[in-house]
């Protein structure tokens, strides 16, 4: 298996604008996950989904994000309007419940810039 | 709710042991995990214990756990400049919540 596949790898967006962040999770896998990592709060999950349904989301930081997973093998996070506080790179991760262990798989991340 | 905490930075010169320590607060934990991040990357799993074993051994990598005390912390021996990486502990419940609590992250370094 190729692992999580996300788009873009890096985006340059100015202030205001929308984006949209991809995730293709690992075949077979039931639970996806979002996170963002900066310098200042680490890592921080955002929202979680099994079978393609969001589980806690409590951890989006306002109205201005919005995840979605139409299929078992696509996920979205968007973030409209952006700010400059976005910035981070976001990463998504998935695991298989009928493995031994909750090992999460990472994708390589999508590093975010608003200007 | 859960809670796991971790030193930020740990600097050792090559050759040398590095100790990579843990506290989680989840009682209910069953599986614990050292995940290792290397520069550009996203989280990869290291190595990972069952919280009904005291320690395992995979290599270079010994992990120890102290469930009394909710510790647990990761060997590297002969620790190399390959090595120089965030090192993350998460802990999780096993009970298909699917959901993992990591800690903030180690930055090692190891200098030559």
């Known amino acids: ?115 | 709710g859960e809670d796991v905490e971790q030193s930020l930075f740990l600097s050792v010169r090559e050759g040398d042991s590095s100790v990579i320590n843990c506290t989680y607060t989840d009682s209910s934990s069953t599986y614990l995990y050292w995940y290792k991040q290397e520069p550009g990357a996203g989280l990869q799993l290291l190595t990972y214990i069952f919280s009904n074993m005291d320690m395992k051994q995979d290599q270079r990598l010994t992990v120890l756990l102290n469930k009394k005390d909710k510790h647990l912390s990761l060997r590297i021996a002969d620790t190399q400049t390959g090595d120089s990486a965030i090192y993350f502990c998460a802990e999780s419940r096993g009970t298909n919540a699917g959901k993992s609590t990591f800690g903030d992250g180690t930055t090692l370094t190891v200098k030559p």
């Not at chain 1, 788009?7 to 999770?25: A, D, I, Y």
């Not at chain 1, 989006?60 to 299929?71: T, V």
């Not at chain 1, 976001?90 to 590093?111: H, L, V």
Request: glycine share 8%.
């Open chain 1, 1 to 115: 298996d190729a692992g999580v596949i996300q788009s873009p790898r890096h985006e340059v967006t100015e202030m205001g604008q929308e984006v949209t962040l991809r995730c293709k999770p690992i075949s077979g896998h039931d639970y996806l996950f979002w996170y963002r990592q900066t310098m200042m709060r680490g890592l921080e999950l955002l929202i979680y989904f099994n079978n393609n349904v969001p589980i806690d989301d409590s951890g989006m930081p306002e109205d201005r994000f919005s995840a979605k997973m139409p299929n078992a093998s696509f996920s979205t996070l968007k973030i409209q309007p952006s700010e400059p506080r976005d910035s981070a790179v976001y990463f998504c991760a998935s695991s298989f419940s009928g493995g031994a262990t909750d090992t999460q798989y990472f994708g390589p991340g999508t590093r975010l810039t608003v200007l």
